[in-house]
């Protein structure tokens, strides 16, 4: 089995039950599916996260990749989100306090072992203010498309 | 000229918020609003679905404080089937709650409350008010403590909750899994180690906050943190503090106690309140009627959470936490505490009883009993429960009715941010009027303003203390024809 300092951890951020805010925890739940049996080194797991979580999910792993869901004119429209614009993505900016950055520095600055690298992959989505476990069809229509994307770009094929 | 401020968090986690301050032709306040755009159509979502599934399913309300609702909706589901859990089930649904409680306050306290505003100053430059800021101030040491004591909390909840963040644990008749004695002995060093943390705490308070003069200062002003308002909270039968178990006790502004009441009988004594401007109700009391944002013995506004809590009971039931209660009414000049910013003193206690009673909850011999879930029996099934509860930030209220076949037909709840809301838009007003004059106004008066709503640790506050160097809230200057003429951002 490897260690975690080896691996890497791919996290879905949304709620399941607020329509288009699952898109990233609906994702990785693909994933997780299609990287059955295959690559070991690769964890998946989703969470509404907020504050020092982020701390607390990230701490150990060699890389971290988030998949979260972002305001957008094209809803279904997928791409990997610079770090640098992060403010847009909604579930790494302001969970109750603490963001993405604010963990990592304080992770770093406590000694907690950090990773090396983090991506953010989102989805523009049109609904994520109505509870409901239905998705818009644009976003719908797209959700293997954009699992298949992170699983290519993070594992290869 | 009239001028509309707006102090408008941009980002947000589970629904958001933002200030609208309105300034008369002098430029003095004359209005202020703290309106919440909310998520909608929970109510419509829960109908139809099994009563048993509800505690689970409301632990996606909020990514914040996801264990209060899932205790509350098990309490409510209880009630439903008709079924009481053992006392073990009981013990072990609050030991998993109390964890909660101490990861939420501890985070308020040291990220984005007091610890920012006092500890590094409510007008130091915003790039420091937030936890490095505080590590800078109380030393890479200490900022380790606060990392791996909220983490034990955190602990705690995984180790009962069954699945991080949002719990799975709590089930109609009582909880879905006992605890060893190793996890006991585990889940008891965690505790005793908070209990010397929060211990710390109580005297971080005193040593930055009680000693240093102009603090104290500002926290005592009646001109600025300060409203008489009437306080509700859950207590014992001793009037002692209650988070899980208890009737509501209300007091008024004198501290006299003019309610006592099961959850049950809720809707006899709480009506909501409907404004235009905003999604969420205002919880009044039915008694004295909905007089408006105002204070005093005739108003039916009345304010939860930490300050409520401890201005509703006649004490708290651990030795050291009790030693805390007296001193923070000896201190700021006994009973009812109406000054605002002493939510932060109080919810420093709060902590060192929720880790208090972690420990006395690990030392009872029946927290390690199998018998933790009694089965409903069909032939008590009532199709209707009510629960009430303190969450971390308020008294929290799940009314549920189910149809023969056990399928959700209706749904109320009162949530814990609600029982403050009329008083965090008297806040924000009061605090607004004696800060902003003549139009003048800076990052230091609009973070003051922001104070006085921080305090009740609102769950929409996220986005105040986000991500240093970027610019979490905005401040737009409409002119009277409402034409935008000024935009302040956060540096």
């Given at each position: ?13 949304g709620n399941p039950i607020l329509s288009d805010d699952s898109v990233?925890v609906l994702?990785?739940e ?16 989703n969470g509404s ?78 609904n994520n203010r109505e509870f409901g476990d239905q998705l818009t069809p644009?976003v719908r ?17 | ?13 589970e629904g ?22 909310e998520l909608r159509g929970f109510e419509e979502f829960c109908k139809g679905r099994p009563v048993e599934e509800m505690p689970r399913i409301v632990t996606r309300l909020c990514g914040?404080c996801p264990w209060a609702h899932h205790i509350a909706s098990s309490k409510a589901t209880d009630g439903v089937y008709g079924v009481k859990p053992p006392s073990t089930g009981l013990k072990l649904r609050e030991?998993g709650y109390?964890?909660h ?59 009962l909750g069954g699945k991080s963040t949002h719990p799975v644990y709590s089930i109609p008749g009582g909880v879905s899994h006992s ?55 859950l ?9 899980y178990e208890g009737k509501f ?12 009441f099961k959850p049950e009988d809720y809707l006899k004594h709480i009506a909501e309140?409907v404004?235009?401007?905003?999604y969420l109700k205002?919880p ?86 199998k018998k933790v879930r009694n089965i409903p029996d069909p032939g008590e099934y009532r199709g209707e429960g009510i629960s009430g509860i303190e969450a971390?930030?308020?008294s929290l209220i799940h009314h549920y009715k189910a149809d023969k076949n056990g399928l959700m037909t209706e749904l109320n709840l009162i949530v814990a941010?609600a ?73």
């Amino acid at each position: 089995m490897l260690l975690k300092e080896n691996k890497t951890l791919i996290f879905g951020l949304g709620n399941p039950i607020l329509s288009d805010d699952s898109v990233g925890v609906l994702v990785v739940e693909k994933l997780d599916k299609m990287l059955e049996g295959e690559h070991l080194n690769v964890q998946c797991d989703n969470g509404s996260i907020g504050g020092l979580k982020i701390l607390d999910i990230i701490k150990g792993y060699k890389k971290v990749v988030f998949v979260d869901s972002i305001e957008g004119k094209t809803p279904g429209k997928f791409y990997e989100l610079p770090l640098d614009v992060l403010s847009f993505s909604f579930h790494m900016t302001s969970p109750h306090s603490i963001n993405l950055f604010t963990a990592l520095n304080l992770g770093r600055q406590i000694g907690y072992d950090m990773p090396e690298e983090i991506k953010i992959y989102v989805m523009e989505v049109k609904n994520n203010r109505e509870f409901g476990d239905q998705l818009t069809p644009e976003v719908r229509r797209n959700l293997e498309n954009f699992a298949k994307f992170i699983k290519e770009r993070e594992t290869g094929g | 000229m009239a001028k509309e401020i707006r102090i408008d968090p941009v980002t947000r986690l589970e629904g958001h918020a933002k200030i609208d301050v309105f300034l008369d032709n002098n430029g003095d306040v004359e209005d202020a609003y703290f309106q919440i755009v909310e998520l909608r159509g929970f109510e419509e979502f829960c109908k139809g679905r099994p009563v048993e599934e509800m505690p689970r399913i409301v632990t996606r309300l909020c990514g914040v404080c996801p264990w209060a609702h899932h205790i509350a909706s098990s309490k409510a589901t209880d009630g439903v089937y008709g079924v009481k859990p053992p006392s073990t089930g009981l013990k072990l649904r609050e030991l998993g709650y109390l964890a909660h409680f101490l990861e939420s306050h501890l985070e308020h306290i040291y990220a984005l409350g007091p610890a920012p505003d006092f500890i590094v100053g409510p007008d130091a430059p915003p790039e420091k008010r937030n936890v490095f800021g505080v590590i800078e101030k109380v030393g890479l040491d200490i900022g380790k403590r606060v990392i791996q004591n909220r983490a034990y909390a955190v602990k705690i909840e995984d180790m009962l909750g069954g699945k991080s963040t949002h719990p799975v644990y709590s089930i109609p008749g009582g909880v879905s899994h006992s605890i060893t004695e190793e996890d006991r002995g585990e889940i008891l060093k965690m505790g005793e180690s908070l209990v010397n943390f929060c211990l710390f705490t109580i005297d971080v308070v005193d040593k930055f906050i009680l000693k240093n003069k102009k603090f104290l200062d500002i926290i005592l002003s009646k001109d600025i943190y300060y409203h008489r308002t009437n306080y509700i909270g859950l207590v014992d039968d001793e009037n002692k503090m209650a988070i899980y178990e208890g009737k509501f006790r209300v007091v008024n502004p004198e501290g006299k106690e003019i309610l006592k009441f099961k959850p049950e009988d809720y809707l006899k004594h709480i009506a909501e309140h409907v404004e235009p401007w905003t999604y969420l109700k205002f919880p009044y009391l039915k008694d004295k009627g909905w007089k408006g944002f105002v204070d005093g013995e005739e108003s039916g506004v009345m304010r939860s959470a930490p300050l409520g809590r401890l201005n509703v009971s006649e004490g708290l039931k651990t030795p050291r936490a009790q030693e805390a209660y007296e001193r923070y009414f000896e201190v700021l000049g006994g009973k009812p505490v109406h000054n605002t910013l002493a939510f932060h003193w109080a919810r420093a206690i709060e902590c060192l009883y929720a880790a208090e009673r972690i420990v006395e909850l690990c030392n009872d011999p029946e927290i390690t009993d199998k018998k933790v879930r009694n089965i409903p029996d069909p032939g008590e099934y009532r199709g209707e429960g009510i629960s009430g509860i303190e969450a971390p930030r308020g008294s929290l209220i799940h009314h549920y009715k189910a149809d023969k076949n056990g399928l959700m037909t209706e749904l109320n709840l009162i949530v814990a941010t609600a029982f403050n809301y009329a008083g965090m838009n008297m806040s924000v007003k009061k605090a607004a009027k004696a800060l902003i004059k003549k139009g003048k106004y800076d990052q230091g008066i609009l973070n003051m303003i922001e104070m006085a709503f921080r305090a009740y640790d609102p769950c929409f506050s996220c986005a105040t203390h986000s991500l240093p160097g970027t610019m979490p809230i905005m401040v737009n200057i409409f002119n009277e024809k409402g034409k935008l003429v000024d935009v302040i951002k956060r540096k």
